[in-house]
């Protein structure tokens, strides 16, 4: 049973009939998907994904496919938190490297894939710096639908494009940026049966990215840590998390006064949400010649830049830079100190969070979550 009512334009409110396919909404925004909260309430007790196993599966009434006995499982769980021994804030990661295909972008394509399939799509496409299309590949090959990916060729992991091609993905690199590869896959499908499932360009990966919120929620026993720190490139996490607590609040299952200040970690070499955060502005203007080793958080224009930035501001929360250089320290320190091999994205949220330590926006008192995004053994690693 599916209590998903329709789809509603992110910018004007104009709502759109969820049982048809759609990519933006004709404003060119992002669609989100709006549930029958109160039925819901009123059927559904909150205790009961806790009995559920498959992961981030369990919260399928918060979710929008219509037969869940049908979806494509891969073995999802839900992420371990792990407890630094930092004891200047009580730090936790939030291991989503433990996924399937390494990397919370299963979250996100198994929801879309799976809806995809529901509304009869067949051809999946998209750009990627190299987790998403990895995991779309996976669940495109699960489900006998097609995946066309076109990736970054700089800097693209290896490892990604390897296990693109191992589970079935079609595979274009081009010497660009993410934002020229979608242009690319725009180029490519236009006119075909192929439909593209890039970021927050059809409404429900953001549905599976809100998962991380909902999973949070039930493992803090239903009530939040004061602070998230995210790695933002597209920022469906960051967005898809803000959603799924305010539908929380919504419900009654949590209190809006204990929600968490969420924090956009991204590297100072293409920083476009911690700009548009600090000049006060709605909207991000492009990056210009962006550059990180982090490559899931090197997006020099992202669709979803308002959203980013009004969820930034309605938790109180910050947008922050971080160096390659610290990336890469931090990265050595939790590893050689804590037995954590995170990925650098994951690395950078450290960094970020060693920095707020200091200037004291994160305090003793704060319990500080941090998104570890991706298994770090999928990258090089700065041994030396
Ligand atoms: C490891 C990793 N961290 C963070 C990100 C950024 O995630 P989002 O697009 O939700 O901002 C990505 C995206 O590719 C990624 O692969």
Request: net charge negative.
């Amino acid at each position: 049973m599916s209590f998903l009512q329709h789809l509603q334009c992110s910018l004007n409110g104009d709502v759109y009939p969820a049982d048809q396919v759609h990519a933006l909404s004709p404003a060119g925004r992002p669609l989100l998907c709006r549930y029958d909260l109160k039925r819901l309430r009123q059927q559904v007790d909150r205790d009961v994904f806790a009995t559920r196993d498959g992961g981030f599966w369990c919260y399928e009434e918060l979710l929008p496919c219509t037969d869940y006995s049908s979806v494509p499982r891969l073995g999802e769980i839900k992420t371990p938190l792990i407890s630094l021994r930092d004891r200047r804030a009580r730090i936790v990661v939030k291991d989503e490297g433990r996924l399937p295909t390494g990397s919370f972008k299963a979250r996100g394509l198994a929801l879309a894939v799976a809806r995809a399939r529901e509304l009869g799509l067949h051809q999946l496409a998209m750009p990627s710096n190299g987790n998403a299309g990895a995991a779309l590949a996976a669940y495109a090959s699960r489900c006998d639908m097609r995946s066309l990916v076109v990736c970054p060729a700089d800097n693209t992991p290896q490892m990604n494009i390897d296990e693109m091609r191992m589970q079935g993905a079609e595979l274009e690199l081009l010497d660009g940026m993410i934002d020229d590869c979608g242009k690319r896959v725009r180029e490519l499908i236009t006119g075909t049966d192929w439909f593209d499932v890039s970021t927050l360009k059809e409404p429900y990966r953001l549905e599976g990215k809100k998962t991380m919120g909902l999973e949070l929620a039930e493992q803090y026993g239903w009530k939040l840590p004061s602070v998230i720190v995210y790695p933002t490139g597209g920022g469906t996490g960051l967005i898809g998390m803000w959603k799924g607590f305010k539908e929380l609040v919504e419900l009654g299952w949590l209190q809006q006064s204990e929600l968490p200040r969420m924090v956009a970690v991204q590297a100072d070499g293409c920083a476009p949400i911690v700009r548009a955060f600090a000049e006060g502005a709605d909207e991000a203007r492009r990056w210009d010649n962006a550059h990180t080793l982090a490559a899931g958080i090197r997006v020099p224009a992202a669709v979803g830049d308002r959203l980013m930035l009004q969820t930034l501001r309605e938790s109180n929360g910050t947008a922050i830079a971080v160096s390659d250089a610290h990336i890469v320290s931090a990265w050595k320190q939790l590893a050689s100190s804590e037995g954590l091999l995170l990925c650098p994205e994951g690395a950078a949220t450290y960094a970020a969070c060693q920095q707020l330590l200091d200037t004291g926006w994160i305090s003793k008192d704060d319990e500080v979550v941090l998104f570890n995004c991706a298994t770090g053994l999928k990258y090089p690693l700065p041994v030396t």
